[in-house]
């Protein structure tokens, strides 16, 4: 088997549904496998999974073990050559694995020195282009090893300023050109099964928020080179599975306290350093995230089907992605209908036409909801149509 998808789930049982779809679609002509791993979900998550997927590998974890306990159970499971790292709240383009798995197969040009890394046994973890609900580039798609000084620079918004101070998010590379990266999101992460267990896969001693990083510098302790790659993108509904709040906070710094103690020298001023700038650096994503109640003047169903929908604004319809024009003095939330159209027409149509003004949401037929997210620090919206009916 070429490729096994691990998808790690803890109450998000409509976005996992959506990416599951996706997935589904992106694996069609690909010899490969989807895992769900849940990490005891108190919502109806299992449920849909045995009802709109009974074909999926299930795994029902008794308590929830963290992500990478979850993650590791998985792997430990997967059948496929190559393994992918994906968030439920995620939805993939249907060319998304084709791609990736064409360019470390083959001599594909749109990695520079992939096919040499390939050859030479170096290829570490590919990542990809993420978005987040508005079609806006997610920057943490790429970053830098954070180091004590990088991690200044980040935590007190020097990056911002110059691209001297560019390395936490590897801004050495714009968002649509492929290279390496040091560290790559755990959202999606696609690399060789055999080396994700050479390197002990994610470190179950972090309950999460450093295993990503944690990951991908053992990768590269390792000897080989991550790579960034922007020939595909994902929407990465990134506020959904996690809110901001004291929980959060406390194992953020953990998790910051155990990937220095773990890989760099300890020092009582650097550990102090890091415990102010990890609690300010939560307290301002705590502060970033809210459900932002935006006033929507009127609603585009895109779609090729007769939809019906009980919203409770105007409601336009257009069967044709290319055909939209935008009225810049109203709210417009757009909403698709994936049984019309790819999921990659739909994620180029997100970043093409990315607005102020603009929203986005997906509608599921099967569960009768309408789901998204209007900002990347969202923790994201669902409206369940059957209860506004």
């Known amino acids: 088997m070429q490729l096994s998808v691990i998808i790690l789930n803890y109450n998000v049982r409509y976005f996992l549904e959506l990416c599951v779809l996706s997935v589904q679609k992106a694996i069609q002509n690909i010899d490969a496998e989807i895992i ?7 919502d109806d998550s299992c449920a849909m999974m045995k ?15 963290g992500f990478p306990k979850g993650n590791n159970i998985g792997v430990d499971q997967a059948k496929g050559e190559y393994i992918c790292i994906l968030n439920p709240d995620t939805v993939v383009a249907e060319d998304t694995f084709e791609k990736i798995l064409n360019a470390v197969t083959s001599s594909a040009v749109e990695m520079p020195n992939l096919q040499h ?18 079609g806006n580039f997610l920057p943490e798609s790429k970053r830098g090893v954070p180091t004590p000084w990088v991690a200044f620079t980040k935590i007190f918004g020097l990056y911002k300023i110059s691209n001297v101070f560019g390395k936490y998010y590897a801004q050495h590379l714009s968002e649509n050109q492929s290279g390496k990266a040091d560290i790559l999101v755990g959202a999606f992460m696609v690399m060789k099964r055999r080396l994700y267990l050479e390197v002990g896969g994610f470190d ?23 790579y960034y790659f922007a020939e595909t993108s994902v929407i ?3 506020g959904e599975s996690t809110v901001r709040d004291e929980k959060y906070m406390k194992r953020f710094q953990e998790a910051m306290n155990f990937f220095y103690n773990k890989h760099f020298k300890k020092s009582l001023f650097f550990s102090g350093f890091m415990k102010i700038g990890a609690f300010v650096f939560s307290k301002i994503k705590k502060s970033q995230q809210k459900n932002r109640s935006i006033a929507v003047d009127n609603y ?14 105007p409601i336009s319809f257009q069967s044709n992605l290319l055909e939209f024009s935008l009225n810049k003095n109203k709210h417009t939330e757009i909403i698709f209908d994936f ?3 790819s999921f990659k027409e739909i994620i180029d149509f997100m970043q093409k036409h990315k607005a102020a003004t603009i929203t986005y949401k997906m ?25 506004i009916a």
């Open 339 to 341: 049984q019309s159209f």
């Open 236 to 238: 990465h509904y990134k």
């Open 300 to 313: 585009i169903l895109f779609s090729k089907n007769e939809v019906q929908l009980a919203l409770e604004k």
């Open 51 to 65: 009802e709109y997927f009974p074909n999926v590998k299930l795994i029902e974890n008794k308590a929830n073990f």
């Open 363 to 387: 509608y599921l037929p099967q569960s009768k909801v309408i789901i998204g997210s209007n900002h990347a620090n969202d923790i994201g919206e669902i409206i369940n149509l059957s209860k």
């Open 117 to 134: 890394a390939t050859r030479n046994t170096q290829l570490g973890i590919i990542g990809c282009k993420l978005i987040d609900g508005t």
């Open 204 to 226: 179950e001693n972090c309950f999460m928020y450093s295993d990503d990083i944690d990951l991908s510098y053992m990768v590269k302790k390792s000897g080989r080179e991550n």
């Open 36 to 42: 769900v791993v849940d990490n005891n979900s108190s």
